[in-house]
């Protein structure tokens, strides 16, 4: 039986095997945020992880236990820390939790790890802990380098515009849309209410960000833009090119290291 790439259900002996042969280690980090009516709290979560699994198997990777809570949802991104049910890090810990699992995996002998982030506000954060993480150990001599990245800077302008049709509200606004939607009705379509969904206009926020929020602002679904056209053919295509152009992009920049 081939083994498993999540490394949660590997033993110890099997799993140290795998990091003295080389294998990166990938790290899938999402939130609990709340994502409108008709997706679960997890989202970002289970994403994360299915294009974590999908990269491990072709560049001979590992998967590491997710980081299930991520960074406070911000209105202007994902409706809002306000809101019921979304259970956010504050800053300094998530940069502590990044920092700490670069140096735990450089101990148990990885010299490569991608850090693959499934919620927006994660990011900086990510990349401050493992700044700090991989500078310290390059003071200790050890070789130990990380790739950070955002699954959906890998969707191309020719699956967004087969998939919105001209109608692609921006990034920032899919919170809760018709990208997570549609994955999560090819991954997980037992978890998925479409029924729910509200068909709400997209969000129209300001420019700026106000600090205590004005909860107005946030649509009533939660969500930033409308799920309505999200279907399961959709999350099929954006999860094969968008895996698909991850790992080459991956791979390549494994190659060149
Ligand atoms: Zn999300």
Redesign the pocket.
Known sequence: MPRSVLMEELDAFTYREAIADGAPVIIPVG?I?Q?GPHLPLN??VI?SKAMSTRLAGVIGGLVAAPVVYGYKSQQRS?GGNHLGGTTSLDATTLISIARTLTLEFARHGAHRLIFLN??FENYQFLYEGIEQATAELARRGQDVSAILLSYWDFVDEDTIEEIYSGSFPGWDVE??GVL?TSLMLHLHPDLVRLERVMDLPAAQLPRYDILPVRAELTPASGCLSSAKSASEAAGQLLLERTSKALAEAISAELAAQ
């Open positions: 939130s945020e994502h989202t970002d994403l994902g499934g919620h919170h809760g997570e």
